[in-house]
């Protein structure tokens, strides 16, 4: 857990409470946290998933890895300390999004479970919901859309999460996307049937 350095500061509630916002909304509020290797198909998911239920007039957004690190988190290295940092500080804007009563898409790796689930512990029981998006090594090297296995394996990109960095796979992912075998439409459709199943569309 993060230390709290600055002393003189108090929290205020808000006059709008959670349950009004997510009641104005139509729906309750969650964190669909999408992890796995890099090129498992994370963001094309989730951004699936975002353009489906914004047709379905819900509120949504993606936060995206590489997107964030363009900007609130553009200090930050891909060391085991920085990864921790990036993921704390996602954790802490995705809780602001879900308690606006909306629904945030992460894509982010998101590699070690213990910042994951330090980012679950933010969160009330049934708002984050961990996606495996359940790619294999071979597949994810095969896609390599932006070449980086490559130069990992050529020594150019240090500390790359499945070549010099490890991965550690949930062990109690909310659910588990194949996406060796199905496409992301079909992927996309299995995690809005999750929320249909669990409330979460719906107030």
Not at 7 to 19: D, F, G, M, P
Not at 54 to 73: A, Q, Y
Not at 84 to 93: C, M, S
Request: hydrophobic share 40%; charged share 25%; proline share 2%.
């Amino acid at each position: 857990m993060t230390e709290q350095k600055a002393t003189n500061v108090t929290w205020h509630a808000h006059a709008v409470s959670k349950e009004e916002r997510c009641k104005l909304n139509g729906h309750q509020g969650a964190v669909l946290w999408f992890t796995g290797l890099s090129a498992c198909g994370k963001s094309t998911i989730a951004n699936a998933v975002d353009h489906k239920l914004h047709l379905r007039g819900k509120h949504t957004f993606v936060l995206d890895g590489d997107n964030i690190r363009t900007g609130l988190n553009k200090n930050l290295t891909f060391s085991a300390e920085d990864r921790a940092e990036n993921i704390r500080r996602l954790g802490e804007v995705a809780k602001l999004f879900a308690s606006a009563g909306n629904i945030a898409l992460t894509a982010f790796i998101s590699p070690y479970r213990a910042d994951r689930d330090q980012v679950r512990a933010l969160m009330p029981a049934g708002e984050f919901i961990e996606v495996y998006v359940n790619a294999s090594l071979e597949t994810c090297e095969k896609r390599d859309p932006k070449g980086l296995y490559k130069k990992a394996r050529a020594g150019e990109i240090k500390n790359f999460t499945g070549i010099s960095d490890p991965y550690e796979a949930p062990e109690k992912a909310e659910l588990v996307l194949d996406a060796d075998t199905k496409s992301i439409d079909q992927l996309a459709d299995e995690v809005i049937a999750y929320l249909e199943k669990q409330g979460i569309l719906t107030i």
